[in-house]
C-alpha cells in the first residue's frame, strides 16, 4: 500500500482517537434524547423495528453480544413499554420481539431529532464531502469484523 509506514501508523491513531470520540459523543447524545433508553436499548430496538421483529437470539448473534446482555437491555425494552414479545406464528415456543406503539413514536423522535444533529453538525459540508464521508463509512463498517470471535458484554 502507498504511503509512509510512520504516515499510516499517523493516521491509525488519529482515526481510533476520532472513533473514540465519535462513539462517546453518540452515547451523551442518545442519553440526551432518551434518559431512560441506553445507546445499546436504541439499538436493539432500531433492529428490532427494521426487521419487523426478530428474536433475541437474532440480536445477539446479529451484534455479537452475549445472550445475557441481550436478555437485560430486552428487559429495559419491555419495561419501558417500547417492546413486547408475541409468539412465532409458526412456532409457538419461540417469542419474537415486536416494537409497540410507544416504542415506534420513540424510535421515529430519537431518529429525527439525530437527523436535526447531524444535519447541523454538517451543515457546512458540501455535497462531495457527504458523499465521500458516507462511501468511507460504508467501506469501513463493510470491511467486516474486528477479529473478535467470542460474544462482547458491553
Known amino acids: 500500500m502507498p504511503g509512509d509506514p510512520g504516515e499510516r501508523e ?21 442519553a440526551r434524547l ?19 421483529g426478530c428474536r433475541a437470539t437474532d440480536l445477539a448473534a446479529h451484534y455479537m453480544l452475549d445472550k ?10 419491555e419495561k419501558l ?5 408475541h409468539p412465532d406464528p ?3 415456543r ?4 415486536q416494537p409497540t406503539e410507544a416504542g415506534t413514536r420513540a424510535l421515529a423522535s430519537t431518529q429525527a431529532s439525530r437527523h436535526a444533529a ?7 459540508w458540501t455535497a462531495d464531502d457527504l458523499a465521500r464521508f458516507a462511501e468511507y463509512l460504508l467501506r ?3 470491511a467486516g469484523d474486528t477479529g473478535a470471535t467470542t460474544p462482547q458484554t458491553p
Open 10 to 30: 499517523e493516521s491509525l491513531n488519529v482515526i481510533q482517537r476520532e472513533l473514540t470520540a465519535f462513539a462517546r459523543r453518540a452515547r451523551a447524545a442518545a
Open 140 to 142: 469501513y463498517n463493510s
Open 34 to 52: 432518551h434518559p431512560e433508553l441506553p445507546l445499546v436499548s436504541y439499538t436493539l430496538l432500531a433492529h428490532i423495528d427494521g426487521q419487523h
Open 118 to 124: 447531524y444535519q447541523q453538525r454538517l451543515a457546512d
Open 81 to 85: 413499554g417500547l417492546v413486547e414479545r
Open 68 to 77: 445475557s446482555t441481550v436478555s437485560r437491555q430486552v428487559g429495559t425494552l
Open 90 to 92: 409458526d412456532d409457538h
Open 94 to 97: 419461540i417469542q419474537v420481539l
